[in-house]
């Protein structure tokens, strides 16, 4: 009994050692060129109908979306839903128009955090731009622990590159056509 009881009070200690040290943002870009105008892969991104079907979300949360607001301007809302329960949203908070896409998330999941994702644009010729996805979550302390110890920032970062991938697809497509 002893025993047990030590051994989660060292438990303990360890996950305020953690909480403490371990940094609570998390940022980080990736980046992909894609073999499409600038003013097409703009588009593909701030509207919301056509973000949902290139990216990975969806399927990787079993969540089906719906639009609020005016899509492709600022306010625009892509809410989630799961089993018809709604648990979050991304919304564009601001817009450079063939420059800059920004995006606030905001769910109901069991960590408490704040995450923002900048889509910049960059033209490299008349038909191919280049994409960096900037992102940044703080975490509410001690929320960051579990987020990085289940894997949870590794597989967020996993499935951004896996929309990357989906935006340069889908916008290749769509020139082709």
Not at 45 to 66: D, K
Request: hydrophobic content about 45%; proline content about 5%; some cysteine.
């Amino acid at each position: 009994m002893e025993l047990v009881l030590l051994g989660l009070l060292l438990l303990a200690a360890l996950m305020l050692a953690l909480a403490v040290l371990l940094p609570n943002v998390v940022r980080y870009s990736e980046k992909i060129v894609v073999d499409a105008p600038i003013e097409q892969v703009y588009d593909n991104i701030r509207f919301q109908e056509r973000l949902m079907s290139w990216s990975a979300w969806p399927e990787a949360t079993g969540s089906t979306c719906a639009l609020e607001n005016g899509d492709g301007d600022v306010g625009a809302r892509t809410v989630f839903f799961n089993q018809g329960k709604r648990f979050g949203h991304q919304e564009i908070i601001a817009l450079k128009p063939n420059q800059k896409v920004s995006l606030t998330l905001v769910n109901s999941g069991p960590l408490k955090h704040t995450p923002y994702l900048d889509f910049d644009l960059r033209a490299l010729s008349k038909d191919q731009t280049e994409v960096i996805l900037n992102f940044v979550n703080t975490y509410q302390k001690p929320f960051q622990v579990p987020a990085k110890l289940l894997g949870i920032v590794r597989w967020t970062r996993a499935l951004q590159v896996k929309d990357l991938e989906g935006l340069k697809s889908y916008s290749e497509l769509q020139k082709a056509v």
